[in-house]
């Protein structure tokens, strides 16, 4: 899998659009790895100022939502990292309704410190405005 983090900082729309693509369809790469690369593309996508593409936001959220693993702190605080920077709303409700659930101390830590911190999930300028 190709090291996404050594891409530049600044990248056209059109081409986190691509990278995303890439890192979804990937199939010999770990959840780890891929939660990594998907962590490094959303950075560049919010440095686009741009609202990501309805379609990539969505398979992007289901890759997330089919993969949540609430049982492993890092996992959440990356899926958590990529909903913020993505607007990814879905996620922000999955991940509050999870509260209700029996979670590890550390991971219930790491929700409810980002629904404080995150107003709004599905804009991931609000804090700019």
Same mark, same amino acid.
């Given at each position: 899998?190709?090291?996404? /983090?050594? &891409?530049?900082? @600044?990248?056209e729309?059109?081409?986190?659009?691509?990278?995303?693509?890439?890192?979804?369809?990937?199939?010999? %790469?770990?959840? @780890?790895?891929?939660?990594? %690369?998907?962590?490094?593309?959303?950075?560049?996508?919010?440095?686009?100022y741009?609202?990501?593409?309805?379609?990539?936001?969505?398979?992007?959220?289901?890759? &997330?939502?089919?993969?949540?693993?609430?049982?492993?702190?890092?996992?959440?605080? @990356?899926?958590i990292?990529? @909903? %913020?920077?993505?607007?990814?709303?879905?996620? /922000?409700? &999955?991940?509050?309704?999870? &509260?209700?659930?029996?979670?590890?101390?550390?991971?219930?830590?790491?929700?409810?410190?980002?629904?404080?911190?995150?107003?709004?999930?599905?804009?991931?300028?609000?804090?700019?405005?």
């Amino acid at each position: 899998m190709k090291n996404y /983090g050594e &891409l530049p900082d @600044s990248m056209e729309p059109e081409e986190v659009a691509t990278c995303f693509n890439e890192i979804l369809i990937e199939k010999n %790469a770990s959840k @780890s790895d891929i939660i990594e %690369a998907l962590g490094e593309m959303s950075d560049r996508q919010w440095h686009t100022y741009e609202v990501i593409n309805p379609d990539l936001k969505e398979k992007i959220t289901k890759w &997330l939502i089919d993969h949540l693993d609430l049982e492993n702190a890092e996992f959440v605080e @990356s899926t958590i990292y990529i @909903s %913020a920077h993505l607007g990814l709303e879905k996620i /922000g409700r &999955l991940l509050k309704e999870s &509260l209700k659930k029996n979670l590890k101390p550390e991971v219930r830590k790491e929700i409810e410190e980002a629904i404080v911190e995150i107003k709004t999930w599905d804009d991931p300028y609000s804090g700019m405005k």
